[in-house]
């Protein structure tokens, strides 16, 4: 029974003590429970949280808590808000976004078909049910602002939360997430109309990750792992919607939708996300200014001269140092003791010492922007423990538990070494260690491979050898079968030593953890350390070990397998390379017929320029521009003189080639920032951002002259009739475009051939 219970509480230590390993922090949502969080359930399911050592709990959204005060006091330490998060941080709350999931916010307004809400401008005198809260609804009132109306002129209602009231006509317009409330109208075949904000410029951000920045001072590794994993979770839940969807159904369900629902929300989420185009998670500084602007226009903040982007953005490249972490940094010399017969980890060169540990401790120099940094060399372990023992800023790189001491701690682990197996040309790769059973095989006598390898392999024979260079001696003369070394070590010799005859035929399960040994009560330095560490990326670590492996493993020749394995693939491929031959000659023409549908909608097919559904598209693009930033914008609206007489006199086919080679003229004479169309007929239009009516107008006469001047292969001169106007900030696209219409028809009534500047 005594036994029993000295199991229990061993048991339980353990379970204790992992834990003390795993850091407890919550996530606390914006909303209830749905795929709009679905990367953190996944970072959760799927382990991404437990491989940082987080014990992370998910909380949902209550009525009752404020989500920013829950951070900034920290009884939550990360949370998921809007936008607004940017007035916050103007008005003083001290927090820190971490990453935006989605690049164009899902929030739009939606009205029914039939209550002819076509445009936001349509929305006067109308009902609309939005959020009180304002700064969240920024982007619809702007959008609706921009249309011409004022907010006065909408009758707001408060948001109930339910469909049913834009169904029944409680209200005229709701405010609705594209990933939501457009599928259960659908379900419902119900018409409906979307007005979403990014469409008129309004384009926000959405699901933003954010903490304290007392959190990122106090804990800067957990913040760069949480920032790791939740990324990590939402590439997974993009890359397996259904499978995600599915565990959301099961667990998460607190809503009971539907597993269809899940999925379409999941997939209107990944294009919001911009994921396909590689933006997942990103803030970009611009954008965080734009938005900036939009709410101090609409009054939603005060403008805070000492704001800086950089304090509100995370950098997850970047270390925040506390003012200890500086002070020390400032007022200490860091010493790495090592040595140069350790090739290639360190190794004598005419630069000096040189080798895989020089290389990541430069790496951890340059993240760390210190420059109080000294080599020093010594001779063995034993006189660098005593060193880093008697001096805290003394350090030197470990790589097995003989390196520690009760008076040392070392870094979390800065890569792994693979430990090889290297033998004769003529051997086979090695495929199980058991095939090394009965075999000499040489191994350094004092390092700690031999004490692991000798106990776990028993059956090998293992020869001690003094280093490498005796292995290798012993290798060549056949005196043992192979040689046992850390991969790089093996790779190094021989490459560098030309052992032309020797090759890595395989490695072993254990591998040697590289990290940095520091005096135990030297903590300031060891948080710093891991900090580094922390952002050293895999391209980093890559091109490093690139540098020093240098021999490819053989392969073993062993070609039973051809006829296992290889011949079977192969009839197989060949069975699906037939059978889908035809598909993929479908889905070739299936998109040549997308890009020609494409075409089709947006170019004019006889003079290959814009087309007018085209041209309208960025005429409207620009005049929203323009109103949103007070840019320079201008139009020419031109046709050409007497072409009725051309067609008529000529033929249509000349009257086709004259329209060609004019759009040829105007396209090779225009800027690639203007938008040239055919607006109808011999009708064309000059779209000119950045440009007043004056430069315009020169534009115009420098147009008329080539025409002029062109030889159209046809008995008569080709001329034109140039109207040009300038956006004014009461412009609407008809408006705009009826000066310049105007400006052109007195050009026609008095002479034509000319310019006439509205």
């Given at each position: 029974m005594g036994y029993i219970k000295i199991i229990v509480i061993f048991i339980f230590l353990l379970v204790s003590l992992q834990a003390k390993e795993m850091q407890k922090v919550s996530i606390q949502l914006d909303w209830l429970h749905q795929f709009q969080f679905a990367g953190y359930y996944m970072a959760k399911e799927k382990g991404f949280f437990k491989k940082e050592n987080l014990d992370v709990q998910i909380k949902e959204f209550d009525f009752n808590i404020n989500l920013l005060e829950e951070v900034v006091n920290q009884k939550s330490e990360y949370a998921i808000g809007k936008s607004s998060l940017i007035i916050d941080r103007l008005e003083g709350k001290k927090i820190v976004l971490l990453s935006a999931i989605y690049q164009n916010s899902p929030m739009v307004l939606i009205s029914l078909k039939k209550s002819n809400i076509n445009f936001p401008a349509d929305l006067k005198n109308k009902k609309v049910m939005l959020t009180p809260d304002a700064r969240s609804a920024a982007s619809i009132n702007s959008m609706i602002i921009s249309q011409g109306l004022q907010l006065d002129d909408i009758n707001f209602i408060g948001h109930s939360f339910k469909l049913e009231d834009l169904i029944n006509g409680t209200t005229d317009a709701m405010g609705c997430y594209l990933s939501n409330e457009p599928?259960?109208?659908?379900?419902?075949?119900?018409?409906f109309t979307i007005h979403n904000p990014s469409e008129y410029g309004f384009d926000f951000y959405g699901g933003l990750l954010f903490t304290s920045e007392k959190e990122l001072k106090n804990n800067p590794i957990r913040v760069r792992k949480m920032y790791r994993a939740t990324l990590k979770g939402w590439e997974y839940a993009f890359n397996n919607i259904e499978e995600t969807a599915k565990l959301i159904f099961d667990k998460y369900n607190t809503q009971n939708k539907t597993l269809d629902s899940l999925i379409f929300e999941g997939k209107i989420l990944k294009k919001l996300a911009k994921f396909d185009e590689g933006l997942l998670g990103n803030i970009d500084h611009k954008k965080i200014e734009e938005m900036k602007r939009v709410y101090l226009l609409l009054a939603l903040g005060k403008n805070?001269?000492?704001?800086?982007?950089?304090?509100?953005?995370?950098?997850?490249?970047?270390?925040?140092y506390s003012n200890e972490e500086e002070e020390y940094l400032k007022n200490n010399t860091i010493t790495l003791l090592t040595n140069d017969s350790f090739p290639p980890f360190t190794m004598k060169t005419v630069k000096g010492i040189e080798g895989i540990e020089i290389d990541y401790w430069n790496l951890i120099n340059k993240k760390l922007k210190i420059n109080n940094i000294h080599l020093k060399k010594v001779t063995t372990s034993d006189a660098s423990l005593n060193k880093i023992q008697k001096d805290k800023n003394f350090i030197k790189y470990a790589?097995?538990?003989?390196?520690?001491?009760?008076?040392?701690?070392?870094?979390?682990?800065?890569?792994?070494?693979?430990?090889?197996?290297?033998t004769l040309n003529d051997k086979s790769y090695l495929s199980d260690i058991s095939e090394l059973n009965n075999k000499k095989i040489a191994i350094a006598k004092f390092s700690i491979l031999y004490k692991t390898f000798s106990k776990k392999y028993p059956n090998i024979d293992f020869i001690t050898v003094k280093n490498l260079k005796e292995g290798f001696s012993l290798l060549n003369k056949e005196k043992v079968y192979g040689l046992v070394g850390k991969v790089p070590a093996l790779s190094y010799h021989i490459s560098n030593k030309e052992l032309t005859n020797v090759k890595i035929v395989g490695t072993f399960d254990e591998k040697f953890k590289m990290k940095i040994l520091v005096n135990a009560t030297n903590e300031t330095l060891l948080k710093l350390l891991n900090e580094a560490i922390s952002i050293i990326s895999v391209e980093e670590k890559s091109k490093i070990i690139s540098k020093y492996y240098s021999v490819i493993y053989q392969t073993k020749t062993d070609y039973s397998w051809i006829y296992k394995i290889v011949i079977p693939l192969v009839i197989i491929i060949i069975f699906i390379v037939v059978s889908?031959?035809?598909?993929?000659?479908?889905?070739?023409?299936?998109?040549?017929?997308?890009?020609?549908?494409h075409k089709v909608a947006n170019i004019d097919s006889l003079t290959n320029t814009y087309n007018r559904r085209k041209i309208e598209t960025l005429f409207n693009s620009e005049l929203l521009r323009g109103k949103r930033y007070n840019r320079e914008f201008s139009i020419i609206f031109f046709d050409i003189d007497d072409f009725k007489l051309i067609n008529d006199q000529l033929g249509h086919a000349i009257g086709d080639e004259v329209l060609i080679k004019l759009s040829s003229i105007i396209k090779n004479n225009t800027r690639s920032i203007?938008?040239?169309?055919?607006?109808?007929?011999?009708?064309?239009?000059?779209?000119?951002p950045e440009t007043n009516k004056e430069k315009a107008g020169n534009v115009a006469h420098v147009l008329k002259n080539k025409i002029n001047t062109t030889d159209f292969n046809i008995d008569r001169t080709v001329t034109c009739s140039f109207g040009?106007?300038?956006?004014?900030?009461?412009d609407s696209e008809d408006s705009l475009l009826t000066r310049a219409d105007n400006a052109m028809y007195y050009v026609k009534r008095n002479g034509k051939n000319d310019v006439k500047v509205a």
């Open positions: 599928y259960l109208l659908n379900q419902k075949n119900i018409d805070d001269p000492n704001f800086k982007i950089e304090d509100l953005v995370y950098n997850p490249n970047n270390i925040n790589y097995s538990q003989k390196d520690f001491t009760n008076n040392t701690k070392t870094t979390n682990t800065i890569t792994t070494i693979k430990i090889g197996l290297a889908n031959r035809k598909l993929n000659i479908e889905v070739k023409k299936r998109k040549e017929i997308e890009t020609q549908l203007d938008y040239f169309g055919r607006w109808g007929g011999e009708e064309f239009i000059i779209l000119l040009v106007a300038q956006f004014e900030e009461t």
